[in-house]
């Protein structure tokens, strides 16, 4: 299977601890992007890489969130001192001209 | 600003035709896409355009109007397993290739 895959599928956490998702995009691919979505909304866009620089993040998303590419190839994405409302589905993607998603990591922060 | 609008929910009847329209405003645009998305999972790619007029996949055609800031997604044959959500989205130029997201049309697909 060559599409993008993410890791954890799911994570319980406690409020107040860190949590890090990889992604591993499609590998020609060289753009990647991260997205919360939560039920009922459509995907709300995080962050965006094009190989390893971070072109863009999104001014909602707080200091506690941040994410890597290092080598332009896979992607972390850390969240520090979780709280209950970042439960959600965290989705990562991978472009050359359209944008596929990998299966999610859905988070509950209790 | 950015804004993508679709309709919340829409039903329909098996074997039927629907229609899910989808109006943006957006700063830049390089792309309408479509994405299907089940309960639970990963959006999946349907169509994209990138300039006006319809583009036809199986049972599933999209047509954009750049002008009017209007696209719509059109079933045919439609079939249970067609019942999800669907998701417009525009990929804006301002900057970055980056991807704004309407909030999606539940459809639901009776027997």
């Known amino acids: 299977d060559t599409g993008v895959s993410q890791d954890p599928r799911h994570k319980i956490t406690k409020r107040g601890q860190n949590v890090t998702f990889r992604c591993d995009p499609i590998?020609?691919?060289?753009?990647l992007y991260w997205y919360r979505q939560t039920l009922g909304q459509g995907p709300e866009f995080l962050t965006y890489f094009q190989n390893e620089a971070q072109l863009e993040k999104s001014r909602l998303l707080s200091d506690r969130f941040s994410a890597e590419r290092p080598k332009g190839s896979f992607s972390t994405l850390e969240i520090q001192r979780t709280e209950q409302g970042d439960s959600a589905m965290y989705l990562c993607?991978?472009?050359?001209?359209?944008?596929?998603f990998g299966p999610g990591t859905r988070l509950l922060v209790l | 600003g950015q804004n993508i609008d679709q309709p919340t929910e829409m039903t329909a009847t098996e074997g039927a035709i629907v229609q899910i329209n989808c109006t943006y405003q957006t700063s830049g645009f390089n792309g309408l896409f479509w994405y299907q998305q089940h309960a639970g999972e990963a959006p999946t790619f349907l169509s994209y355009n990138v300039l006006d007029g319809l583009e036809e996949k199986g049972r599933f055609s999209s047509f954009l109007s750049r002008s009017k800031g209007y696209s719509y997604l059109l079933l045919k044959e439609l079939q249970m397993k067609d019942s999800a959500s669907y998701l417009c989205?525009?990929?804006?130029?301002?900057?970055?290739?980056?991807?704004?997201f309407g909030t999606g049309t539940r459809l639901k697909v009776l027997a």
């Open positions: 989205a525009v990929r804006d130029t301002s900057g970055t290739y980056k991807y704004i």
């Open positions: 590998s020609e691919h060289n753009r």
């Open positions: 993607a991978s472009s050359k001209e359209t944008q596929y």
